[in-house]
């Protein structure tokens, strides 16, 4: 993800000069790129039903890393320690719906293509976590949270919010996610059972990705977010964690 957000500041500054350019010298189409809204109503609609399946359902797709876990061989664990630690994945799991959805919404809300490309690249980025925390779940012998639609629409409102409010507001959100979201990552390494190396070893690859997303996102000029606003952020974190350990 490191990239995307790169280009994404280098992208929309380029657009904008080829845009005053375009417009100084008459090119409408310059200028029509610079202003470009949404796709139009029909067409989005379609394409964000497949992203909220592609999200919510089992698909067989490949992912552009292998899983973490591949050369971990599987520990006996008691039932309880697998039931724990299966808890703990659907967390995750849960947690990276709420990311399918938060940079679906960024997209949605985006003016310029460059920026909806960015979101929609770092959702697929973030779909590797996804795909990892199911195939453990499977292998533990349990399913994903039962409110997975819920997370998604939630985090799809949060996200669309944040793309209206602008790209320094929206980087910040992404900025301030993932830090909770490592800080998270970091109570769940102590949890998980002594012995489960299979699941350690996804949380630890999730966190170094996240702590990278969360870094380049501030370092590509994300605002930092009002206190009331990274409260409301952690609340919200707390509500879904103790929510899909269970359900």
């Known amino acids: 993800m490191p990239s995307v957000f ?3 500041r280098w992208s929309l500054g380029n657009t904008r000069r080829q845009g ?4 100084a010298r008459g090119n409408r189409y310059n200028a029509s790129v610079m202003n470009s809204p949404p796709k139009d ?30 050369d971990r061989g599987e520990t006996e664990l008691s039932a309880e320690e697998r039931r724990h630690a299966a808890a703990l994945m659907r967390i995750n799991h849960a947690g990276e719906i709420a990311a399918q959805g938060l940079y679906h919404g960024q997209s949605t809300t985006a003016r310029l293509g460059e920026v ?22 499977e292998e533990l012998g349990s399913r994903p949270s039962l409110l997975g639609p819920l997370w998604y629409a ?17 980087l910040g959100f992404v900025a301030e996610t ?3 979201v490592v800080h998270h990552l970091d109570e769940h390494l102590e949890r998980l059972p002594e012995d ?4 350690r070893a996804i949380l630890r690859q999730m966190r170094e990705d996240e702590e990278k997303h969360g870094a380049t996102a501030s370092a590509a000029g994300g605002a930092e977010l009002p206190a009331p606003v990274r409260g409301l952020m952690t609340l919200t974190s707390r509500i879904m964690t103790r ?5």
């Not at 939630?154 to 929206?170: C, E, K, L, T």
């Not at 929510?243 to 359900?247: R, V």
Request: net charge negative.
């Open 178 to 180: 993932e830090r909770q």
């Open 196 to 199: 489960d190396e299979r699941s």
């Open 243 to 247: 929510s899909a350990y269970w359900f």
């Open 154 to 170: 939630g985090a799809f409102a949060i996200g669309a919010a944040a793309g209206i409010a602008g790209d320094r507001w929206s």
């Open 116 to 137: 909806r490309a960015a979101m929609d690249e770092a959702a697929e980025e973030e779909f590797e976590h996804l795909k990892w925390c199911e195939e453990r779940l």
């Open 20 to 23: 005053i350019v375009g417009a």
């Open 6 to 8: 790169t280009c994404r």
């Open 41 to 70: 109503l029909p067409d989005a609609l379609v394409s964000q039903v497949d992203r909220v399946l592609r999200s919510l359902l089992s698909v067989d797709r490949k992912t552009g890393r292998d899983n973490p876990a591949t």
